[in-house]
């Protein structure tokens, strides 16, 4: 049963990432519940539900931060996020762009590679698409 | 003797960091001339001089790539620049909390550090606003 | 206003790391109220408040977390909790030189002199005993 | 021919790993003979074969090392061995879960799914279990 | 349209990797056509045409921070590049197997994996071979 | 008392960094003997020991991979080792530079800063010249 904070949470979730963002999270419930509520409850039911900053710079924030450590699944799952917070694909490959002197080209070469694969199937992803 | 790109990347620099920004690159400049003009030629003049996103949106997206790399004093440069660019100081601290569940707490701990050492002495220091 | 939660992570917090890890959290606080409320909710009072591992095993896994990422400053404050969680000195060195291997030698050194640190100062220090 | 510390080393690994660990170091071997004899005689044969730590304890260090790494294959060969040295499935993804608030969401994502594809095969498959 | 300089460093890349190294540029050209050509014109063009080191000794430079930040694929197009450089099959693997006590014993296992899957196939691959 | 392959180790460790490289490897002896010991005799006595790759090379490569690690400490100890070793100072340089597409742009900076601190005092530091 999920408290007030974790469905706010799990809503912020669906319109960012859509039905296709749900097998990953029941995964992690499987095996850790605390931290598939962590999840819910204080990383989209809290740090996401602030008024200090729009979704769609949150979203490109989280792509800088996903390229800096070179998590091209997480890139990808926030430029699906981005796409559905109304940013552009010219902000979104920008936002990898503008890592590119601060974190090496190896990083940025998967960052942008990630953005390709959404990029190039959004129109066809029904799946993708905020719930 | 500077190229025109490497001439407008030195003022896109100025503007971020102040006075306060030259005395590293002069530093690099002495020890290794390329990697300087490197710095004003790729990185300032030909990345951040692209209209794709705005100036601040650029230096948040920095701080998020230092944040999540764990670099502080890269962090407390670009809150500089952030600041210079008008972002406020809710936008900045916000964009650090963003991060905190991507990157982990101590290194949200050490970029938050960093950021209240600008924060706490902006208003005192005028070597570090735009020239 | 704490919640229970949070009420329960600051008390295991302060039984961890005594008087002298309040400094730093009351930095936090101050910067960003946000984090620091998830500091004592989330982590202290939510994960570290679970049976399935006893507390001088969290704060071994934890110093390992830190040694795995150079994050020095990190294991010093850990050694301290292990100290105080009933690690011996032995147990507490061990952990670090069991991961040499797996983050090799740098970081490795990193972690032994920060954990030298806390254990030359140890009897002489009683803001680092529990509370 | 390998020294009495590599031979000892030897027998650690394989009681930690089972037959399916000989693939990789074989591998190793072909290419780096001095790099694979070290895994047996400096790490297995010296650090894991000492009595400070017990054998389970160490494997939940290396998890959390691995975690902290981002080392999803690593942390899936140290749930076999810590299967292997007793630990329990709870002690194992609790471990984890620990790790969570110092490494990152995604970091712990990736080690929990790595357990899980562990914890979900072990009944299944003799050639991870002690040789 | 390329400048000389970039020019310069297609000529550079393509004389290191042969023609399977262009697929990757292309597709970093579609998405990101001002990050495609820094790669020609400030990496290749500008920091391996200097004369302060020769070819081989840059390529086993780059392989060691390619093994040191776990980028196995960047290990792998580098090994192809120092063997184009005249590097021997000695000094590629002595070069990861230097760095092991320097990154720790997984990274290393992954850069010498990357090395053998290129050695392995080396003298059956026309297109790695220099253009 | 120190194996014979500890033995050689701290000759080949003595050569590279002089008295100055002593206080540290003692401190790291005090706390734990067992990783001071696989210091002298896996990493120096054994990698280091190798016919394969000349002394400077290896140097050259071990600032590569401590840049890539940001490690400017570490980078500091080598640039002292390769010194020793004959490399020049526009060699020691350019292998930073050449590392800079890499790694990004902070690290290497780190590291410049790191090796012109070496490079500013070598003349005047008996202390860091072989023993």
Redesign the interface.
Known sequence: MLSERAKRGKAIRDAAFGRAGLA?WE??N???P??AN??L???FG???N?P??DLK??E???I????????P??VEVHVRGALNRGASR??I?????????????????HA??A??RV?DQWEKREDWKSI
Chains 1, 2, 3, 4, 5, 6 share one sequence.
């Open positions: 990953t995964e992690l499987e095996i850790a605390v931290h962590a999840i409850e204080y990383c809290t740090i996401w602030r200090q900053l710079t949150r490109l924030i989280v800088a931060a996903g390229a800096a450590q070179d998590l699944e997480e010219e902000e490959v920008e936002t990898i762009v503008q890592c590119a002197p601060y974190i090496g080209f190896p990083k940025t070469n942008l590679r953005a390709k990029l």
